[in-house]
């Protein structure tokens, strides 16, 4: 028996699916512990048993490939409700060593083949000095189709606060170096996909980086502030923030020269994978450089005027599917992206998403 429809569909810039593609999903779900009513004003889908039926609807809704999901805390639920797939996760740490509440998952069809993993927790590692501890972790999958050719999938949720663009940038890093071992460990040539939250919009160091792009002068300041080392890295534990976006200041933190500079954070990506992005690539309806005009005629312009609307801070463009550049690899559509005035006044909202993250769609002929 199938379930009842809660939301409005969605459409795809391409009628149908071609059969020579794989429809790559990426999603920021909203952990129900990190719900909270003042962050979410005039939300009319804030509680579990309102979320919960469409979380699992939109899941399984737009008939996705490989999904890659963030902040997932009703695990056993997908699970069943995503039957046809398997999955990888990784559950990271908590400030007192327990399992988190939520993780990542990426699901994929029984059609691929699960050939290996790399957990990435990102505070454990010594490339470049940790300027605050994060507990954030990523999860890399190499998968293998039915024709013997394969990729890698790397998702990640990174840190929320916006003041630490050094340390988004460090986790950057850090994933798509473990994506490009893993790669070497196979001694194939796989392309790497990589979706998820990553916590920066288009004109930020972690976008540009990824796609071979440039900051502005603002930009190489706010990354030069955020050269910093916390007081949770001495303590060792990680406090409790709010969900994200909040313009908070970069309390309890001291300059710390050794950590890279803007220069070198930019030069140490140029030995990495390049990437472009599925919707950066595609003609949409609202575009990011409406909000940001900086970013005209730049990479990253095209990208969505918002993937995330809370009420409490606006619309932001947080969530991206990025392809390994060079490939061979083809946006043949993308799902499509509501305006900003049917989304007012902010997500979650009942006839659109359980989370206040869209989910991101693109069929990519790889």
Sequence with gaps: MSRPAFLKQRKFTAKAKYSDTIRVATWNTLSQSLVKRDLYPGSNCLKLKDRLPRLLEESTKYSPDVLCLQEVDQLDKLKSALAQYNH???????????????GLVIFYKESFQFVKKKTVSYDSHT????????NNVGLVVALRT??????????SHLFWHPAFVYERTRQTYILLEQADQLRKELSVDWPILLCGDLNSEPHE????VLVDGSIDEKERQRVEMSRVRHSSVLDGYADKPPEQGANLPMTNSIPNENCPTPEQLIAAFKHLPKFESA????NGSEFYSERD???TGRRGANEPKLTNYMPKFGNLTLDYILYERKRDIQVEATLNIPSCDSLAPGLPKLDVTASDHLILAADLKI
């Excluded at 919707?279 to 595609?282: A, F, G, M, R």
């Design 88 to 102: 990888v996760d990784c559950f990271g740490r908590d400030g007192n060593d327990n399992i988190k509440k939520h």
């Design 127 to 134: 490339l470049w000095p940790l300027s605050r501890k994060t």
């Design 146 to 155: 039915n024709t013997s050719r394969g990729f890698i999938v790397a998702t």
């Design 205 to 208: 160091l972690v976008y540009q």
């Design 279 to 282: 919707y950066d690539n595609l």
């Design 293 to 295: 005009t900086s970013l």
